[in-house]
């Protein structure tokens, strides 16, 4: 080979290993690119997920409360006060609702520990019942307006839901006042400002309860009247 012929070689083979580094650069290039845009693509689809309330277990026959990981969940024996607000169901049910009554259960047993008696007074109201309660009121309050910051209307009031219970009512209102105070633990929150022995599981075990309503006028829907 001649020294022109070696020279044309090397600048080929020179060449050529420049458009492989290029070609090799390009492809690290885009792969990188293909990372970052699946990278933000997951980013987008599922972002961070706040950590999971713990679970409080309540033991029926303790009457101890546990607090568990959402993973384990409660042991047989136990059961759960739930991670939410209570809301009730579509259809209008016949007892109060299992989960109020093991977070009043359990906070009625933390409250004994205390020398403090908490008792429902009054739970879940049959539609009917709640009609009887809201007329009487009316009746006796002069107006539908004035009945109903006292006693709702069947449609409304969660005492027919099984979302709702009276307690202590209407003894002596001090017991009442420690669960205003730490009823939030069990997910249980006074609603009303003029009614201190009325409470509903407004909130997850845990959180704190929203401001306090005046009354119960407050939980009329703004679109309907109080004469339904
Ligand atoms: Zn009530």
Redesign the pocket.
């Known amino acids: 080979m001649n020294k022109s012929k070696l020279d044309l070689s090397i600048l080929i083979s020179t060449y050529c290993l420049v458009l492989i580094t290029i070609a090799g650069l390009m492809n690290i290039s885009t792969s990188s690119t293909h990372v970052r845009r699946y990278v933000q693509k997951i980013e987008k689809v599922a972002p961070p997920q706040p950590e999971p309330m713990p679970l409080l277990c309540f033991n029926l026959t303790t009457k101890e409360l546990r607090t568990s990981d959402v993973v384990s969940m409660c042991a047989d024996g136990e059961e759960s006060l739930g991670t939410t607000e209570i809301v009730h169901l579509e259809v209008p049910p016949t007892s109060l609702n299992r989960t109020l009554e093991i977070r009043f259960l359990a906070a009625q047993a933390e409250a004994l520990k205390l020398g403090i008696s908490l008792q429902i007074t009054?739970g879940f109201r049959s539609r009917d019942l709640q009609a009887q309660l809201h007329a009487n009121a009316v009746r006796k309050y002069g107006s539908e307006e004035e009945a109903s910051k006292w006693v709702l209307p069947r449609e409304v009031?969660?005492?027919p839901w099984g979302t709702?219970?009276?307690i202590n009512?209407p003894g002596d209102p001090v017991a009442d006042k420690w669960l205003e105070e730490n009823g939030n633990l069990f997910g249980l929150c006074r609603v009303y400002e003029n009614?201190w022995?009325?409470f509903e599981p407004t909130i997850a075990p845990g959180e704190s309860c929203p401001p306090m309503l005046s009354n119960a006028l407050g939980s009329l829907p703004s679109d309907e009247s109080v004469n339904n």
């Open positions: 009054s009031s969660h005492h709702a219970i009276d009512y009614e022995w009325h």
